[in-house]
């Protein structure tokens, strides 16, 4: 019996797994501004700093204890630990670990995290090869525009169905960046975004869970894998991006294939990246920004009455939680992080421990925290009014949050960031000494000089 479909198969797309692979594989060495360069060299510290930072996580005592059955060769560093693994072992522990605190990048337009899948994978192979810090750098950018631009093709649609759409346009993005590494010519990075295009990796219900942050790793080692299998002439469907039963018209129902060509080479969707001050999921920013502001206007979780928020619907589908039992849960609660916000003036790694979401003074607050959808209020907006006991009514409205686009972190900003989460794993001497390699990266003969800095 035929099956019908919500949207019929479209026989006319453009071939997007071809002008990809050519984009990739023939755009000049450092083929943007000075401003895009620059936002790679932020987007990577970032990355690496999140990774570093998560390193002695349980997470990352699991997955290390899983790749090293396998008896993987010493090739790559897995960042901030000892160990030496296999590259693709080592692609996937980093993208889980630089996803662990979920306090990585964002593309805010699909919401993908982008450097996870792309520089886990990326670095673990210049560093198996010896290979330079500048061709670290152009392959995380045209990665970044791979994986972010299909994004884009797909975003809402493909997000809403349930796919993590870091992780399933993420193995894209990897294998762009790998073929680039590998200097592989026109048809066989073709071949490596096809490979890559049958390793979607990631559904939403798994948010909460161990297995979020493996989804970048997965991406990342699917990818490093489709460029190897390539560049040895391993062979896949040219159209497996675009074709009627690829993997766009498979995965969504919207596909604007303008997407991916408008302005191919000239735009640069790294620059649209943006980075995290609150370590948990990018819809409640808004919202513990809010609360940070109450707290700096001198209002205490002691005089709350009640605290109201006005929300897009979709922060509470993405972080509605409202008893999170432990860290990785508070991640994905609006009330927590509200209440992390008006305590402490912060929402780092630490008030996302099991300890602090547990904490009575913290559950109190959370308690008095009461959220409303408004669609009207855009989903990267919040407006929240603090009652307090004494009939006073103090209300923030932000429109834009702190990290956002709009009202970015600076580069001194990113830099306490990454000291918070380095320092404790690796010391102040080095995190010192891998800023300043991060900031030159692009100038570093050979990326082994970074790795070596980052095991203890």
């Not at 631009?149 to 649609?157: A, K, V």
């Not at 006005?310 to 922060?315: E, N, Q, T």
């Not at 432990?326 to 992390?340: E, P, R």
Request: charged share 20%; net charge negative.
């Amino acid at each position: 019996m035929a099956r019908n479909t919500t949207v019929p198969a479209d026989l006319s797309a453009p071939p997007i797994t071809s002008i990809l692979a050519k984009f990739v594989s023939g755009h000049a060495s450092r083929g943007w501004s000075d401003a895009v360069d620059h936002e790679a060299h932020r987007t990577f510290y970032n990355w690496l700093g999140c990774a570093v930072g998560a390193a002695k996580h349980e997470a990352a005592d699991a997955a290390i204890a899983a790749v090293q059955m396998l008896q993987p060769a010493p090739q790559a560093t897995v960042l901030g630990r000892a160990e030496k693994v296999d590259m693709a072992s080592a692609a996937l522990v980093n993208g889980i670990t630089s996803h662990t605190f979920d306090f990585d990048d964002t593309h805010l337009k699909t919401i993908i995290h982008p450097a996870g899948p792309v520089a886990s994978a990326v670095l673990a192979l210049a560093e198996k090869n010896g290979m330079g810090g500048r061709e670290v750098i152009d392959a995380v950018v045209l990665g970044i525009d791979v994986a972010c631009r299909i994004g884009n093709t797909m975003y809402p649609d493909h997000y809403d169905r349930g796919w993590h759409i870091t992780g399933s346009t993420g193995m894209l993005g990897a294998a762009a960046g790998c073929a680039r590494l590998l200097r592989l010519d026109e048809q066989k990075t073709q071949m490596a975004l096809g490979i890559a295009a049958s390793q979607p990796v990631g559904l939403r219900e798994q948010f909460g869970t161990m297995t979020k942050p493996f989804h970048p790793g997965g991406a990342a080692r699917a990818g490093l894998m489709s460029a190897l299998l390539a560049s040895r002439g391993f062979t896949a469907s040219p159209r497996a991006i675009e074709a009627p039963r690829g993997f766009v018209q498979v995965a969504s129902d919207k596909r604007a294939w303008n997407e991916v060509t408008d302005e191919l080479g000239q735009r640069f969707e790294i620059s649209f990246n943006t980075y995290k001050p609150f370590a948990c999921g990018i819809v409640i920013h808004p919202s513990i920004d809010a609360c940070v502001q109450l707290k700096d206007k001198g209002v205490t979780p002691e005089q709350v009455e009640r605290i109201e928020l006005r929300v897009h619907s979709l922060v509470l589908e993405l972080t509605g939680k409202k008893e999170p039992k432990d860290g990785l849960q508070g991640k994905f609660s609006v009330y927590h992080g509200c209440a992390a916000g008006l305590i402490y003036g912060r929402a780092g790694e630490e008030e996302f421990s099991d300890h602090v979401v547990n904490d009575p003074r913290v559950v109190e607050t959370r308690n008095k925290v009461v959220a409303t959808v408004d669609d009207s209020i855009d989903e990267a907006s919040v407006h929240v009014a603090a009652l307090l006991k004494d009939g006073r009514r103090i209300e923030v409205h932000v429109e834009h949050a702190i990290g956002s686009l709009q009202n970015p972190l600076s580069d001194k900003q990113l830099e306490g960031k990454f000291n918070q989460l380095v320092v404790p794993v690796l010391g102040d001497a080095k995190a010192r000494e891998i800023t300043a390699a991060c900031w030159e990266l692009g100038a570093m003969a050979d990326v082994r000089k970074l790795t070596a800095l980052c095991r203890p």
